[in-house]
């Protein structure tokens, strides 16, 4: 079983910035692969980004250069940085893992993950 916390999200104006942060329980950290997915209302979640073992990336087209996905294996975190936001990025955004991850895989897919954090609210304005 894998716990997941994740903080930062808030009401940032168009044009602002908003650093998401991930904490998962665990000593294998290291051995995770790691993803941000996010649900607009009414809409199904879906991958915004995500990242492989050996930090390997993967973006969502709409946020590509915007949008920065890392992780710190000493401090069991992972981060999305996110710049220029806009209104359509509005969306509960959710942290996930896959356990047992080859190393230079991430994965995209929703139905890939194993476990899920609470999700935390992010709300751009125009």
């Known amino acids: 079983q894998v716990q997941l916390v994740e903080s930062g999200g808030g009401l940032v104006q168009a044009g602002g910035s908003l650093r998401l942060s991930c904490g998962a329980s665990?000593?294998?950290?290291?051995?995770?692969?790691m993803g941000w997915l996010l649900q607009a209302p009414g809409k199904e979640r879906q991958s915004v980004a995500a990242?492989?073992?050996?930090?390997?990336?993967y973006y969502k087209d709409s946020v590509k250069g915007r949008f920065t996905i890392s992780r710190d294996n000493a401090k069991n975190t992972v981060y999305l940085q996110m710049n220029s936001l806009k209104p359509e990025d509005t969306a509960i955004y959710y942290c996930?893992?896959?356990?047992?991850?080859?190393?230079?895989?991430?994965?995209?897919?929703?139905?890939?993950?194993?476990?899920w954090g609470q999700g935390t609210q992010v709300s751009v304005s125009a």
């Open positions: 996930a893992v896959k356990t047992g991850a080859p190393y230079f895989i991430y994965y995209t897919e929703v139905s890939q993950y194993d476990y």
């Open positions: 990242i492989s073992r050996n930090g390997g990336t």
């Open positions: 665990g000593r294998t950290f290291s051995n995770y692969a």
